[in-house]
């Protein structure tokens, strides 16, 4: 009969790391999360078309955690026209408004805040993949 021991060092240690796996991964996606929620806060009231500045100031971002490792992130507005309807949606699917004043003035609206999401996507997905990497060295030993 043949008889053999294995010694794995550092097991213990590798446990205790991965049981923490949920921790850990959270507090790096919610900060990827609010990093890129900031950006795009950031970048569609730069594109808002300003009349009151209202508009423009109901763009909001938040980040909220739901289960786990579950991270949500969510940026946008609740403003309405006089007339109920909204408003940031007739801006952006519309070819009936244009900016009044500014740089782009007698520009359209249309499909600006699409553009910025588009744009924005390469950033969000490098600050994603930062996040695993960084999930990845904190769980090594």
């Known amino acids: 009969m043949i008889d053999y021991e294995i010694e794995i060092k550092g097991l213990d240690e590798q446990i205790r790391k991965l049981n923490r796996f949920e921790v850990t991964a959270f507090r790096h996606f919610k900060e990827a999360a609010k990093?890129?929620?900031?950006?795009?806060?950031?970048?569609?009231?730069?594109?808002?078309?300003?009349?009151?500045?209202?508009?423009r100031s109901s763009i909001h971002g938040r980040v909220k955690s739901v289960v786990g490792t579950d991270v949500v992130a969510v940026c946008g507005t609740n403003v309405t026209s006089d007339k109920g309807f909204p408003y940031p949606a007739a801006l952006e699917q519309s070819m009936r408004y244009h900016y009044r004043r500014g740089p782009r003035q007698g520009q359209f609206t249309y499909n600006r805040v699409a553009r910025v999401l588009k744009r924005a996507q390469g950033t969000i997905k490098a600050r994603f993949n930062k996040a695993v990497k960084n999930i990845v060295k904190d769980l090594e030993i």
């Open 35 to 55: 990093q890129s929620v900031a950006l795009l806060e950031r970048n569609w009231k730069m594109i808002a078309p300003v009349d009151t500045g209202r508009y």
